[in-house]
């Protein structure tokens, strides 16, 4: 019987010190890029918004270096749209979709867009282009067909 407690008490006692991970540990990804307004020079100093194109809310912020290049860390997989703010809030410039894929690097180019572009008038303008592209896609597949019936029946 003794023998039988001992044995279980360093089974417990060699399970409570084996270090414990999670199966479902989540792997991340990261967006890095830089940041040049339209004649070229960086873009140092200004916030840095990614914003998730499947919800629209902003899932990370950081800074440019004086270089203008910036590093976003532990980004869900998934796409994004990085938007490089200016020091009134205004959004300066927007970079294309962005994948990230699960322990990759997406790299993106944000070119500063016209000064009159501001805030919240940009954001609406970006969201309009992603939703105005996919209704463009399902009407261009119409159009071509003359109908929307399969064009195997």
Partial sequence: MRRLIAVVLASLLVFASTPRTSAAA?????????????AGQ???G????????RTGDVVATTTTSASGSFVVANLDPGSYVVE????AGRIAGTSAIATV?????ASVMVTAA?????????????????VAGAVGTTAIVVAATGNDASPSQ
Avoid: N
């Fill in 26 to 38: 989540k792997s991340t990804g990261t967006i890095t890029g830089v940041a040049r307004s339209t």
């Fill in 42 to 44: 960086p873009l140092g």
């Fill in 46 to 53: 200004h916030s840095v918004r990614v914003r998730s194109v």
């Fill in 84 to 87: 490089i703010v200016d020091g």
């Fill in 101 to 105: 894929v699960e322990g990759s690097i």
């Fill in 114 to 130: 016209s000064t009159e572009l501001v805030g919240g008038m940009a954001t609406a303008l970006l969201v309009t282009l992603i």
